[in-house]
């Protein structure tokens, strides 16, 4: 646990070091970026279905990060037991331009995920397992002037290892 924690810090001081070292007369006249996306999510695993929302922040024309969180309802294990999960994410994405529209890109981040198990006949009592991980995994987006859709696949590697597939809609606000 404490390898992630260090893996968090450094994280944020590289992101905060790009930023900073960006001219201050180019954030003068460039525009601030903002993406909010949301869609449907489906984890491999379990074959669970979820739903995830995002808000990014483009340091440049290539570069963008931010949070992500993903919902994953109670749903049905079999053997009479159903379960829960939250994954919390800090994801990087270096999009590289294909054409005018289509862009794709590799994703990195940090992964925090809070899983529940409860017998379906006993809705009070529960097992917790929350764990720490990396993301790795790429995706492809469309876009439509301030609007995109994306599809994606992210993978966590940790002790709560998982494999999703995303898409949905991102629009962007330009500040």
């Known amino acids: 646990m404490q390898v992630f924690k260090k893996l968090l810090v450094s994280f944020f001081i590289l992101l905060s070091q790009v930023i900073v070292s960006q001219d201050a007369e180019d954030l003068e006249q ?3 970026n903002f993406f909010v996306g949301f869609g449907p999510t489906l984890e491999y695993n379990e074959t669970f279905y979820g739903i995830n929302g995002r808000f990014y922040y483009a340091v440049n024309e290539v570069f963008c990060f931010g949070p992500e ?9 079999g ?3 159903e379960k829960s999960s939250i994954d919390l994410n ?3 994405h270096y999009i590289f331009e294909l054409t005018e529209k289509i862009g794709v890109y590799p994703l990195s981040g940090i992964n925090y995920t809070i899983e529940k198990e409860r017998l379906i006949d006993d809705v009070n009592e529960s097992e917790n ?3 720490f991980g990396l993301n790795y995994g790429a995706g492809i987006h469309y876009k439509f002037n301030k609007f995109f859709i994306y599809s ?3 993978g966590v590697l940790g002790q709560l290892n998982a494999e999703f597939i995303s898409v949905g809609a991102i ?3 330009n500040f």
């Open 30 to 32: 460039k525009e601030q």
């Open 69 to 77: 969180i993903s919902y994953f309802p109670y749903q049905d294990l």
């Open 79 to 81: 053997h009479g037991l």
């Open 90 to 92: 800090i994801n990087a």
């Open 129 to 131: 397992e929350e764990a």
């Open 152 to 154: 994606e696949f992210k």
């Open 171 to 173: 629009f962007e606000f």
